[in-house]
């Protein structure tokens, strides 16, 4: 048993966790995972599992159970059945029961919440049983709808912790306890009994006082602030989702010669299947006959879409948009390319550090802080002579006034606030974890194609020989390559119309397979494509073309010979071109402090071109998918803190593993969830925004933590001399929710760089 708790002879097991409030609770379960012999794990709080490597038969109910002890659940994943019911497993993943739960606790918390507020601060809404009345409304928010809270605040004293739970918790646990006390015991229960509306500084016995608006307001204001949190949090394996959803869903098969329509699912390697023009490549597989260009740009970042034939090997969910191509499958399942990149995502995704919560962080210290402070108040007062009441009443404010009701709103607000005015920019942020790495960040990757560069191909130059009219190349090679559906084709006919308007319609139009077309225009013999094609027919092109022509192409441009009548008449160049914001996107990157790198699956010659074009010192070109992970990983284990900026299915999982992961909005949907924010526009300056306004709202989260504190911290002592009253406890809590929202509002007016 001993040779089997070898790391390297380990198997590895997923978990899914559950009751995990924050990313403290993430580490404890890690830490107590860790010290099972031979046992190494991650638990990741944003996607709620556990990565563990066991030795080889290790049984994983004993993880389980040891999960269980520190107070959480843990389960094996139940795998969803996408072959049978695609749609079903996406509504059972919108069906969350902790976050339903929270839902209703929030709903039940607010009804209930708002007139137990109203009646505390307005005496005019004290009639004369109002206090029994604010008992049954508080009761339910502070025994039921905060039970989360109490049961992880039991959860924490068990380990020795403190966190913004056990603040909660206590906070409203006092308040009730000793409110239940004052109506009992003390005279707050007598009919007629008021707060006015002062806020005098005298000692009091308490027992007038009840302060269940503030037990009831807290848990509300920290439900709203978990609810929203927990929402966002959801999303984390919604990229997993939109990988597999790239596929296509059904495959033409040819079987016994016949041609059958089946699920591709059921599809088998060695299985012939065919695949028309605009269709989805099904699965890896090779070309066994048939020529086409296949756009792989969503899956390899290449711009130039691939020209493929006979014995070429072709990616699954890659786009044929020339001719019909007949394929075997080599490769289907989780084998493929996108299963690959799909868990890819996922690893990226289960091993990425979560930033803790800051007000987590802040509690851990408060906390133990006011239990001291509250008990030192009650052998003060004890210790002076005065009653056991008076005592008990200040150390019990001591732990009311601790726990800032704002605190449930510091981090809501500003994001509140902070992405609704991204949003108005083009700019969506998708949580408050995203808003640390933006602050941090050192080092940004950007994609070339598609998000340095516009990602479509765009006729940039026109080459004529000598005595050939430019307008004349433009209408005559235009005209024929309109009659065609290939994207360089397509670059042509869309440069020459703009140029010189409508184009002439071809009469004997022909598709030469993979060398381009032929046809009659205007009584002229036109051919448009490779020079090979032209050299068919005799027409070379001069010293001086061929010269230009290699040149364009050795920085990775795309050429295409034009003649008539016997003649090479000139060149037409087509590429993919910098959008026109790149330039200074790069320069206000920099601008912040920022080192960018050009980071392409395209070849080094299109890459430092390019690179040059726009600013970037640096260039990794020709990398896979999965380099671009590693490259991100390498950066990361050098001390970078890394942001990604993509737009492609290349780019996800290397968005997943970056520090920060920005998609472009107009790219590919699983580009889009593997990232941290989405820049709506597809306009590079949004980059810039994205990470001005992160930084900004973390900013004010971290003033709105500051004050939500303070404006408590300045009250203990006056809670400690046993002066504090239920008008002061409450003018508190509202001043600090305020002051924060306010703080917040000031986001409205953050300005864009590209206005």
Known sequence: ????????????????????????????????????????????????????TVPNGYDPALLIAEVEKTGYTAAMPVPKNRKKDGAASGDADDADPELT??????????????????????????????????????APVILWAAWPFHK????????GAATMDTLISIGASAAFLWSLYALFFGTAGTPGMTHPFEFALAPSDGAANIYLEVGAGVTMFILAGRYFEKRSKKQAGAALRALLELGAKEVSVLRGGIETKIPVEDLQVGDEFIVRPGEKIATDGVVISGTSAVDASMLTGESVPVEVAEGDAVTGATTNVGGRLVMRATRIGSDTQLAQMAKLVEDAQTGKAEVQRLADRISGVFVPIVIVIAFVALGGWLGAGFPVTAAFTAAVAV???????????????????????????????????????????????????GTVTTGKMT???????????????????????????????????????????????????????????????DGHAVLVGRDSLLAEWSQQLSRELASMKARAESEGKTVVAVGWDGQARGILVVADTVKPTSVGAIAQLKALGLTPILLTGDNEAVARRIAIEVGIEEVIAEVLPKDKVNVVAR?????????????????????????????????????????????????????????????????????????????????????ALGMLNPMLAGGAMALSSVFVVGNSLRLRGFKSVAK
């Not at 900026?645 to 970056?658: E, K, M, S, T």
Request: glycine share 10%.
């Open 1 to 52: 048993m001993s040779t089997s708790a070898v790391p390297s002879l380990g198997t590895g097991i997923e978990l899914e966790i559950g009751g995990m409030t924050c990313a403290s609770c993430a580490m404890r379960i890690e830490k107590k995972l860790n010290k099972l012999d031979g046992v190494t794990a991650t638990v990741n709080y944003a996607t709620e599992k556990a990565k563990v």
């Open 101 to 138: 739960s929270l839902r209703i606790r929030l709903i039940g918390s607010i009804v209930l919440t708002l007139p137990v507020i109203a009646m505390a601060m307005i005496p005019a809404l004290q009639f004369i049983y109002w206090q029994w009345a604010s008992l049954a409304l508080a």
């Open 152 to 159: 992880a605040a039991w959860t924490n004293l068990k380990h």
């Open 399 to 449: 732990l009311v006034i601790a726990c800032p009701c704002a605190l449930g709103l510091a981090t809501p607000t500003a994001l509140l606030v902070g992405t609704g005015r991204g949003a108005q920019m083009g700019v969506l942020i998708k949580g408050p974890e995203v808003l640390e790495s933006t602050r941090k960040i050192d080092t940004v990757l950007l994609d070339k194609t």
């Open 459 to 521: 006729l940039v130059d026109v080459v004529v020989e000598p005595g050939t009219d430019r307008a004349e190349l433009l209408r005559l090679a235009g005209a024929l390559e309109d009659a065609s559906e290939h994207p360089i084709a397509q670059a042509i006919a869309k440069g020459a119309t703009q140029e010189v308007g409508a184009l002439p319609t071809p009469e004997d139009f022909a598709n030469i397979e993979g060398k381009g077309v032929q046809g009659i225009v």
């Open 635 to 719: 950066l990361q284990r050098e001390g970078k803190v890394v942001a990604m900026i993509g737009d492609g299915v290349n780019d996800a999982p290397a968005l997943a593993q970056a520090d920060l992961g920005l998609a472009m909005g107009t790219g590919a949907d699983v580009a889009i969830e593997a990232s941290d924010i989405t820049l709506v526009r597809g306009d590079l300056r949004s980059a810039v925004d994205a990470i001005r306004l992160s930084r900004k709202t973390l900013g004010t989260i971290k003033t709105n933590l500051f004050w939500a504190f303070a404006y408590n911290v300045a009250a203990i002592p006056i809670a």
